[in-house]
């Protein structure tokens, strides 16, 4: 199990003739990942999701929060003696073309952090190659093919297989896929989705998943819970199908009501929730941080800010003083 509790991150960034400015990246995220379960977070471009998963993995320090990992809180421990912890979580980058090292071929990306883990669980030589194939095989390519080429002469798919086959070498407890197949080709993103999904029921490996896309979200996380994250803030969290039928924060709905008719697979619902303004981030924080951009803000929304909570009237929790269900999406199934 792992979670986080009131992680916040505030970046500083130079700016033009006005200097610098702060960007709160993350407003005290709460957040926990069943070992074996699927958690996705949701939100448009700048909403805090890369540095969420980067924090998760190790890779980033939080300003202030708690992440626990298997019941071990991570803040009193020293860099060296929390590194085996975040080890057991690895981050599947967006980019599998960055990624991988051009100059290395498969077999060597693979060797050196298996060797890494043949000393440490004390296996012998033969093990390394050995499980080099089994790895492959597993995220479904053949070793044979793959293990003398470089990079450069593999498809997108075929490098986004050999990342997740990498990440799967320390024996991960959880992965964090980061729009994992945003920059691969459209016609094998799905495969890739359904290896994730296969490996998390194979493997019992949870899956921490990040995206934009509701729909791959929806895919992944079917029988976990959607966080739906708003400049730094999560404004809704439930279980997926009851937060994506049911939504009751206008950010989701808009969310929901922005997805694109597709061969009639998805309709939008009787409601249409159309933020009123574009995203500025440059206006103060004061009151719900969606205020500006809400069709049904009121006076209270532009002074108190509200904080995620559950209701009476929904199963899932949300950051709103209004929330109401409005049905945005029809009961199909994405795929
Ligand atoms: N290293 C950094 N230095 C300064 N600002 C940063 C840094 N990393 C992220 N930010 C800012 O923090 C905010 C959140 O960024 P983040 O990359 O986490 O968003 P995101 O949800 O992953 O967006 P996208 O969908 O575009 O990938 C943004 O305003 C971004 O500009
Ligand atoms: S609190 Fe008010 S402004 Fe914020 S989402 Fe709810 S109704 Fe809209
Ligand atoms: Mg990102």
Request: aromatic share 6%; proline share 6%.
């Amino acid at each position: 199990m792992i979670t986080g509790t009131g992680i916040t991150k505030t970046y500083k960034q130079r700016g033009d003739v006005l200097g610098s400015r702060e960007v709160r990246a993350l407003r005290g995220v709460d957040f926990a990942v069943p070992r074996g379960g699927a958690v996705s977070f949701i939100g448009e471009s700048g909403c805090g999701k890369t540095t969420l998963g980067r924090i998760i993995a190790g890779l980033e320090t939080h300003d202030s929060g708690e992440i626990v990992i298997d019941g071990t809180p991570m803040t009193p421990l020293s860099p060296r003696r929390r590194r085996p912890y975040f080890r057991r979580i690895q981050l599947i980058h967006q980019d599998p073309y960055s990624a991988l090292n051009p100059t290395r071929t498969i077999h060597q990306t693979l060797r050196a952090p298996l060797e890494l883990r043949a000393r440490q669980t004390g296996r012998p030589g033969s093990w390394i190659d050995q499980r080099a194939g089994e790895l492959l095989s597993l995220v479904g390519i053949d070793p044979g093919y793959v293990l003398g080429r470089y990079p450069h002469q593999l498809s997108g798919g075929m490098r986004q297989r050999v990342v997740i086959a990498r990440a799967l070498t320390v024996d991960p407890e959880m992965l964090v896929a980061d729009e994992s197949v945003s920059m691969i080709d459209v016609s094998m993103r799905l495969s890739i989705l359904a290896l994730l999904k296969d490996l998390r029921e194979r493997l019992g490996v949870s899956l921490l998943f990040i995206t934009h896309d509701i729909a791959t979200a929806r895919y992944i996380g079917d029988a976990g819970e959607l966080y739906v994250l708003y400049r730094g803030q999560v404004v809704e969290r439930g279980l997926t199908e009851s937060v994506i039928h049911e939504p009751v924060h206008p950010y989701t709905q808009a969310l929901l009501s922005a997805i694109p008719v597709l061969h009639g697979l998805e309709r939008p619902g009787r409601e249409r929730v159309v933020p009123t303004e574009a995203l500025d981030e440059r206006h103060a924080d004061e009151g719900c941080l969606f205020a500006r951009r809400c069709p049904f803000r009121t006076e209270r929304c532009e002074k108190e800010l509200p904080v995620l909570a559950g209701c009476q009237d929904s199963s899932h929790e949300h950051a709103c003083f209004h929330p109401q269900r409005r049905a945005v999406i029809p009961v199909e199934a994405v795929a």
